[in-house]
Structures are given as structure tokens and as C-alpha cells.
């Protein structure tokens, strides 16, 4: 290259440069020794050095945030996968707006309830009484997407299309589910589940307090169940209780207003607060024969209903996991410290990318779960390992995500906060790690270790 053509690139190349920095910058250099260097420069090194201050200029465009790496949604046929977007839509642009106030005011969005109705996905698994019949799988990512959102959402959906309707059709008789069933899965009679007690929780299986004798036709229930979700407001509701005279566990559908029953809102959560869990008390509650169900004559019958619902609170962490993750990625994405976006930090990528890691083995065992569920093969020890360690990871996904928030974690307009705190109670609920560990324990060694 010429010395002019040397010159004439020089120039072109300050051309470029922020004259105010320019001046800035002769404070701190000789910008004639500057130019003389620049000039000096080989032409394949002086073109490099353009293209750096060219690209400097251009916005980085940064990937689509989508936790399913591995592309698992294409399990899906594509009217299942058409029917998992719109319930994406429903939840970004009906839920999201609004979940932070009701988290904080500790209140049911009940305008909600026909919106998620006309979304037909209620009783999604179960076959005729209006129920849509399909795939364990397809259930298993919806409840995803709701906890994606909000995990009460998805908890308030779980009791009533898993809990509540699930008792009555894996438990009721033919009648018992005409009746019921078709005005739940149109959502226009709320359903609640009570097994869980004050004092009893994980010992359900033998050591239910609540009783239940028959009188004739009736039966007589005491004792109390807690963190009764939807039970506040519900139009029936979902009672295990212990017969005196058998000692096996039973089931109950009582409807609103029944004399003897009481639902006291419990306050004061950390977690899941726009679900309404209840205390519920039994005095002398009299029950009629016809709403026993006639189904359930033992623990192994609840059991069939808990098998089904403990998947699907595996499938509810990875939700929780999934949004936080996709949280953090975006806000990195945006947060700027020291002239660059955090994500561009090697400290921060490590974060995100174990957080990626554990969501994505969370998901695919959450679909082997469901692949196993829909070949009628599901144990009651796979749903319990998915459970404990989906929401063990989810643990650590949400604490990651807080993480890289720094003080504005903290913030519930972050979203991030509602995520960890939620993140508590699916650890805790549908049975808690040590007791999913001994269903498993029992399973690989052939002994029980249960007290």
C-alpha cells in the first residue's frame, strides 16, 4: 500500500471516531504518535481493525429465550401441540398481567374460571363424561406452561381437573360420575381434595384421624383436614376418612353447605398465596350413602389418584424451573454492568447453563413419566422419583435465578421472587422428598424402610 493510501485509510478510520472522545482521549495519548502508528500498520491488520470497530457498532441480536433445548415439544402431534400454544397464549396474556397482584393480595382471580373453561383442557386424560381424552403427555406439558407462568394457577387447575375429578373417576360409580364430572370439566362446579390433616400428613396411608361411621343411609364424619386447596370457595369437596368400624380409608362428596362442615382460609403463606388452601373442620358431619364414593374401599383406591397427581407435580416443577430459568436468561440479556450485557460474563454463563442442564433432564424424565402413564405402565415408584428429583433441582434452578437478579430478585415485579417462594410448596406437597424417597428406598432394595 502506498503511503497516501495509507493516510487516506488512517483518516477514514478516524472519521469514524466520536470527536468528543477524541478530545478526550488527547488528554491521555499523543494522538501524533497515534496516527504515525496507524499509518505504520500492514494493510490485512489495519482492515481487521476496522472490521472490530465496524462490528463494535452493529446491536447484538441476541437467540429466542426457549427452555426446551432439546426440543421435547416435538413429542407432541401437532393438534396437541397447537392446543399447548394456546394455553401458552391464555397464560402470557391472561395470567401473567396479573399474577404479582394477586400473589401479594392473597386472593383467587375467580373472573378467571370461564376464561380457563373455554380453553377445554379440564379432566383432560379421562375418556367420555365431556372430558377430551387425551394423552398423559399432552396433560404433562400443559401443567408446565400454567407453572411457566404461575405455580398456583396451575395448583388451583391441578386439584380440580387431577384431584377432585380424579377421585371421582377413578373412585365413584357410573352414576356418581355422570352426575359430577361433566359440570367439573366445564368448571361449573369447583372442586377440592382433603386428605392431608393437622397431624397427619405423610402417614396418611395408615394414620388418618378423620372418622366416618355409618348411621342408615348416612354417615357421620369428624376430624379436620389442612391445606385444603380451593376449598374456600369450592362447590364440592373431596373427604378421606377412616371408618371406624372396617378401619379402611373411604371417600366423601361434600357439596357446599353441607351442616357440619366449616372452611377456614388459612393465612399467612410464603407460598402459592393466590391459592385458597383451607382449614376444614368436621363436626358430626352427615354425609348420604349416595355421595360415599363407591369406589373406594382402601388406601390403595386413594392411591391410584395420588400415583396420577404426583406426576403431574413433577411436570409443575419443571414449570416452575422453566420460568424462573427463562426469567434470568432475559434479564441477563438486559442487565448491563462495566458497558456489557451480564450474559456475556463467563461467571453468569455457567450459572445459566447448569441451570439449563437440570431443566432439561428434569424434562426428560417428566416425558418418559408420561410416555410410561400412557402405556398404562406407571409405578407407583417412578411418579415418586420424578417428584423428588424434579422438585430438588427446581430448587436449585429458582436459587440460580435469584442469583443472577442480585437485589432485584428480591423485587416481586421481578417475578422471580413469586418463583422461589412457590418453588417451597411443590417441594413439600403431594408428599415430601423423604417420603418419595422411601417409596423408592422400598422399591430398589425390596425392604420398607417406613417407620
Known amino acids: 500500500m502506498s503511503f497516501f493510501k495509507k493516510i487516506k485509510s488512517s483518516l477514514n478510520l478516524l472519521q469514524q471516531l466520536d470527536m468528543d472522545k477524541i478530545a478526550k482521549l488527547s488528554e491521555k495519548v499523543d494522538l501524533n504518535k497515534m496516527v504515525g502508528l496507524v499509518s505504520s500498520m500492514k494493510s490485512e491488520d489495519l482492515q481487521k481493525l476496522m472490521k472490530f470497530m465496524e462490528g463494535g457498532k452493529k446491536k447484538h441480536e441476541f437467540p429466542d429465550i426457549d427452555g426446551d433445548f432439546y426440543d421435547l415439544h416435538q413429542l407432541l402431534s401437532p393438534e396437541e401441540r397447537a392446543i399447548q400454544l394456546s394455553v401458552r397464549e391464555f397464560m402470557q396474556k391472561t395470567i401473567k398481567p396479573i ?51 404461575d405455580c398456583s394457577i396451575s395448583t388451583f387447575f391441578g386439584v380440580q381437573s387431577g384431584l377432585a375429578m380424579g377421585s371421582i373417576y377413578f373412585c365413584g360409580s357410573e352414576e356418581q360420575k355422570q352426575k359430577w364430572l361433566p359440570p367439573m370439566q366445564r368448571m361449573e362446579l369447583i372442586g377440592a381434595f382433603g386428605l392431608t390433616e393437622p397431624e397427619v400428613g405423610s402417614g396418611a396411608a395408615g394414620g388418618l384421624t378423620c372418622t366416618c361411621k355409618r348411621e342408615g343411609d348416612s354417615w357421620i364424619l369428624n376430624g379436620q383436614k389442612k391445606w385444603i386447596g380451593n376449598a374456600t370457595f369450592a362447590d364440592l369437596v373431596i373427604i378421606w376418612a377412616r371408618d ?65 397427581t404426583r406426576a403431574g407435580v413433577a411436570w409443575q416443577a419443571v414449570g416452575c424451573a422453566r420460568g424462573a430459568y427463562e426469567s434470568a436468561l432475559a434479564y441477563t440479556n438486559e442487565r448491563k454492568q462495566f458497558g456489557r450485557t451480564i450474559s456475556s460474563f463467563q461467571m453468569v454463563q455457567d450459572l445459566l447453563v447448569e441451570m439449563l442442564s437440570n431443566l432439561t433432564a428434569m424434562q426428560t424424565m417428566v416425558c418418559r413419566l408420561s410416555q410410561l402413564q400412557d402405556a398404562g405402565k406407571l409405578t407407583d415408584e417412578q411418579a ?58 422400598r422399591a430398589i432394595t425390596g425392604q420398607s424402610a417406613f417407620v
Open 99 to 149: 399474577a404479582n397482584e394477586y400473589w401479594l393480595k392473597d386472593e383467587f382471580p375467580h373472573h378467571i374460571i370461564p376464561e380457563v373453561a373455554k380453553l377445554n383442557i379440564t379432566g383432560l386424560t379421562y375418556q367420555g363424561y365431556g372430558c377430551p381424552g387425551r394423552s398423559s403427555l399432552l396433560e404433562g406439558f400443559l401443567a408446565m406452561e400454567m407453572a411457566r407462568v
Open 244 to 308: 371406624l368400624d372396617d378401619g379402611n380409608v373411604k371417600g366423601f362428596i361434600i357439596e357446599k353447605g353441607n351442616p357440619g362442615f366449616k372452611a377456614e382460609k388459612i393465612k399467612g403463606k410464603m407460598a402459592l398465596r393466590i391459592v385458597q388452601n383451607a382449614l376444614i373442620t368436621l363436626t358430626d358431619c352427615k354425609v348420604s350413602e349416595v355421595n360415599r364414593l363407591q369406589e373406594a374401599n382402601g388406601f390403595k383406591d386413594t392411591a391410584k389418584v395420588l400415583r396420577m
Open 384 to 441: 415418586s422419583l420424578a417428584k423428588v428429583f424434579c422438585t430438588l433441582r427446581t430448587r436449585d434452578v429458582v436459587s440460580h435465578a435469584r442469583e443472577l437478579f442480585g437485589g432485584n430478585g428480591i423485587l416481586i415485579e421481578h417475578d422471580i421472587a413469586r418463583f422461589v417462594a412457590d418453588a417451597e410448596a411443590i417441594y413439600s406437597y403431594e408428599g415430601t422428598k423423604e417420603i418419595n424417597t422411601l417409596i423408592v428406598g
